[in-house]
């Protein structure tokens, strides 16, 4: 994607580290040659080698196209599996990171960024450096269900996939703010938004009346509560 385009691209995967110690940089779904030649890349590049989402823009300015979403989620402390979703939407000026169907860390980018192109094949588990072949920085652990889309998922198609697997308990995609300005006689808006594995209800009190003020329920993994 050259500059004046967006680059809107998602990647996504399940991972297991079955507790083995990773190294810095470990890759993990990698396009292009690591040493800001990468187009876009999962990684383990984030402090303390937890999980990284990033892409590198049409600029080619070094480390001044990296935009990255580091997270401080490590996967070496634990042998259970994470859903690992990247996403890039430059048209809304975001990259993002999701762990197991949560918002775990964003980054910006400035629209019409474009996307640097990969000087080397997407390489699952490792990462070249140097070559495009020679695969260092491996990731010591398993891999499923590996996924490229060219569009930026959404919220609710992340959470949606990673409830269809795993029995997730209600959070707030979006939590309510603490505090809503209305004017007196119209009508009171408060965004919320819940996720988890269906089905789930909501219910909106008037703690000071005692009344109930509104309520439903879905069948879906993504609810709107506002």
Known sequence: TPVGGNAEVSMACWVNANGSAQQYGAGLMCIGIWGYLEQIFLDLGAGNNAVRFGISDAYGKLA??????????????????????????????????????????SGAVSPGSGLLKGAAPMMLGSRPDGTPFNGTHQFVGLMNDVALYNYPLTPAQVVATYAAVVNTAPFFAVAPPATVLAGQGLPLTIPATAAGTPPMGYLWRDVGHGTNVAGGITGAAFLDAS
């Open 64 to 105: 001044n196209s990296y935009h990255t979403a580091n997270s401080s989620q490590k996967l070496d402390s634990t042998s259970d599996w994470h859903y690992l979703v990247g996403v890039c939407d430059e048209a809304g000026g975001s990259v993002k990171l999701y762990i197991d169907g949560q918002l775990a860390a």
